[in-house]
């Protein structure tokens, strides 16, 4: 499995490693977030079933304040009505579930992610991710073969959706992986990418870094052109990027989003001036390991006993990694209260890491409500995904009942009550069952 950056909790942590044993065992955002009064969704009555979901606090994930006391209605697998209690009409006759006390919001998209190309590892991994709170994951750029393309139109049981990159292009990297394409010229750059459109990737991804100087990079004019071939055939592209230098030359370049902050030094004001002409370009910041030790007694419903002892033995405090995180937290600060636009991936495979990463996030410097909103909105946004992202009419019902606030605290998003996924709940009982105890 690609390792995008070291000292990463989202893709290489003892965490990473106790995925592994445990797998042995077994673009357009949608105007109007919320129905208010006057407004009203598909009409009820079609033949589906209908649930009322009735006083929960509602985080929308577009940012405006949580709605008190909310109610919504799912109808079909997609929300018929949201909104305050006096402004909903309820369908006589529908289920009622009582949330009082409970906090709902948007389940999460993570855009940046390495899925296994086998069907049935992948599916695990799917329902993995959702047991945790994703309703969509993006396998960008590692994925061979047919199986992931097959399994973007698939509604996996109990288990998130998917999006691929299919196989993203880099500079030649002998013996590192041979999964991407590797490409020498402008030539190569561009069949490179009309492959990739016959196949109807998601995103173009490409990786510009030497690999701690170890490989020759992408220069700007291969990466220039394989990001010219992009737009030509209708496609975005997206950029593992380490250096300031780099990130400079892919704005200018026309790059769509970074999967990556920068990460050998502090940006400046040039990269700020460069992104604030380009506002449509996202950052999906990825942030390394903080270097703290931190207590993982959470993940005790996924995770064997033995295991998660391993891994909580395995925590402790690393300077060296605090200083790089340090850097990137920075990064992401100063990036966001310049205005860019900041989405949510974790690299790696990790079906937790979301939650380690929206606390990073907040560690930055974000607040959890702009958390939030970047791995719900922005991050289905940038998908291009109008469906998915928010609680609001006509979307699907993907969310996430919670114990507690997470506006209050980011970490209340790992107190998981229930997970919906297209109005359906997921059977986390069953899940995590069987990877604690890898029954089939």
Same mark, same amino acid.
């Given at each position: 499995?690609?390792?995008?950056?070291?000292?990463s909790?989202k893709?290489?942590?003892p965490? &990473?490693?106790a995925?592994?044993a445990?797998?042995s065992? +077994?673009?357009v955002?949608?105007?109007?977030?919320v129905?208010m009064?006057g407004?009203?969704?598909?009409?009820a009555?079609? /033949?589906?079933?209908?649930?009322? #979901?009735?006083?929960?606090?509602l985080? &929308?994930?577009?940012?405006?304040?949580?709605i008190?006391?909310a109610? #919504?209605?799912?109808?079909?697998?997609? #929300? *018929?009505?949201? +909104?305050?209690?006096a402004?909903?009409?309820i369908?006589e006759?529908?289920?009622?579930?009582?949330?009082? /006390?409970?906090?709902v919001?948007p389940?999460?998209v993570n855009t940046?992610?390495?899925?296994?190309?086998?069907?049935?590892e992948?599916?695990?991994?799917?329902q993995?991710m959702?047991?945790?709170?994703?309703?969509?994951v993006?396998s960008?750029g590692?994925?061979?073969?047919?199986?992931?393309f097959?399994?973007?139109?698939?509604? !996996?049981?109990d288990?998130?959706? %998917?999006?691929?990159?299919?196989r993203?292009?880099?500079?030649?990297e002998?013996? @590192?992986?041979?999964v991407?394409?590797?490409?020498t010229?402008?030539?190569e750059?561009?069949?490179?990418?009309?492959e990739?459109?016959?196949r109807?990737?998601?995103?173009?991804?490409?990786?510009?870094d030497?690999?701690?100087?170890?490989f020759?990079?992408?220069?700007p004019?291969?990466? /220039?052109a394989v990001?010219?071939?992009?737009?030509?055939?209708?496609?975005r592209?997206?950029a593992?990027? $380490?250096?300031?230098?780099?990130?400079?030359g892919?704005l200018r370049?026309?790059i769509?989003?970074f999967?990556h902050?920068?990460r050998d030094?502090?940006?400046?004001?040039?990269? !700020?001036?460069l992104?604030r002409?380009r506002?449509?370009?996202?950052?999906v910041?990825?942030?390394p390991? =903080?270097?703290?030790?931190?207590d993982?007694?959470w993940?005790? +419903?996924t995770? =064997?006993?033995d295991q998660?002892?391993q891994?909580?033995?395995?925590?402790r405090?690393?300077?060296?990694?605090?200083? %790089?995180f340090g850097?990137?937290?920075r990064?992401?600060?100063?990036?966001?209260?310049?205005?860019?636009t !900041?989405?949510f991936?974790?690299d790696?495979?990790? =079906?937790?890491a979301?939650?380690q990463?929206?606390?990073?996030?907040?560690r930055?410097g974000?607040?959890?409500?702009?958390?939030i909103v970047?791995? *719900? @909105?922005n991050?289905a946004e940038?998908?291009?995904?109008?469906?998915?992202g928010?609680?609001a009419v /006509?979307?699907?019902?993907? $969310?996430?009942?919670?114990?507690a606030?997470?506006?209050?605290?980011i970490t209340?998003?790992?107190r998981i009550d229930a997970?919906?996924l297209r109005g359906?709940?997921?059977d986390?009982?069953?899940?995590g069952? @069987? #990877?604690i105890?890898g029954? =089939?």
């Open positions: 499995m690609h390792r995008a950056k070291s000292a909790h893709s290489e942590s965490v &990473v490693v995925i592994s445990i797998r065992l +077994g673009g955002l949608m105007v109007g977030a129905l009064a407004c009203t969704g598909p009409e009555g079609s /033949g589906a079933a209908v649930t009322v #979901f009735e006083g929960a606090r985080i &929308v994930g577009d940012g405006s304040a949580p008190e006391d109610v #919504f209605v799912v109808e079909g697998g997609v #929300f *018929t009505h949201a +909104g305050r209690r402004d909903v009409q369908p006759g529908a289920t009622h579930v009582d949330l009082s /006390g409970k906090t919001m389940a999460l940046h992610v390495h899925l296994a190309s086998t069907r049935d992948r599916a695990d991994q799917l993995h959702a047991y945790y709170g994703a309703g969509l993006v960008l590692l994925d061979e073969g047919d199986v992931p097959e399994m973007r139109d698939e509604a !996996v049981p288990g998130a959706r %998917s999006r691929t990159a299919g993203g292009i880099t500079a030649p002998v013996g @590192r992986t041979e991407p394409i590797w490409i010229s402008e030539a750059a561009r069949t490179a990418v009309q990739l459109a016959d109807e990737v998601d995103l173009v991804k490409i990786w510009v030497t690999r701690g100087g170890r020759e990079s992408l220069s004019d291969l990466y /220039g990001i010219d071939e992009a737009h030509t055939q209708g496609l592209a997206i593992h990027v $380490f250096t300031l230098e780099d990130a400079k892919l370049a026309g769509d989003a999967a902050g920068v030094q502090d940006v400046d004001d040039e990269l !700020v001036a992104w002409e506002p449509n370009v996202v950052l910041p990825n942030l390991n =903080p270097g703290v030790a931190g993982l007694s993940l005790s +419903g995770v =064997p006993p998660l002892q891994m909580q033995d395995a925590q405090d690393r300077p060296a990694a605090q200083e %790089s850097i990137q937290a990064n992401l600060a100063r990036l966001n209260q310049a205005g860019v !900041v989405a991936g974790t790696g495979s990790s =079906p937790w979301v939650h990463e929206m606390e990073d996030m907040v930055s974000m607040t959890p409500a702009e958390v970047a791995a *719900t @909105r991050s940038l998908m291009q995904m109008t469906d998915i928010t609680v /006509g979307k699907s019902a993907d $969310f996430i009942v919670l114990d606030n997470p506006l209050d605290d209340n998003t790992r997970v919906y359906m709940a997921v986390r009982d069953a899940l069952a @069987r #990877f105890g029954t =089939p």
